[in-house]
């Protein structure tokens, strides 16, 4: 899952709006409003054009109660989600540079490195 905010999931209520993501056949995502149909303690259920059965999702991670290949997800709004791809695309691109930058730039000091881990909390652990 992702680093989604989940709080707003504790809040939905019957009739509310929410934006769910579907992954096709080829992992390409894509997005359309749905609308809260049930609410139980455990599972929101979803209906979306096309659906009108629904579809059910934990209310603790935004993910469809699904046994086949792609679950679909609940967020807040087609803004949360997308500003979630501009977040994952840019890590990805960091990632990519520092994959094609083996060394440090010179002017890169080790205290540098040793602040930008930490900011990232990405520090090791000391055995």
Known sequence: MSNMNTEFLRRLKKEDEVFVVTTGSQGRKSGQVG??????????????????RGSKFCVETGEE???????????????????HVERAKAWEEL?????????????????????????????RKSV
């Open 35 to 52: 609308r809260v149909i049930a609410r139980g303690p455990k599972w929101i259920t979803v209906t979306v054009p096309n659906n009108s």
């Open 65 to 83: 109660n699904c046994d086949c290949g792609y679950s679909d997800q609940l967020w807040e709004n087609e803004a949360t989600w997308m500003a």
């Open 95 to 123: 990632r990519q540079i520092l994959i094609d930058h083996r060394e440090p730039p010179a002017n890169f000091s080790l205290s540098d490195i040793k602040s930008v881990t930490k900011t990232l909390g990405l520090e």
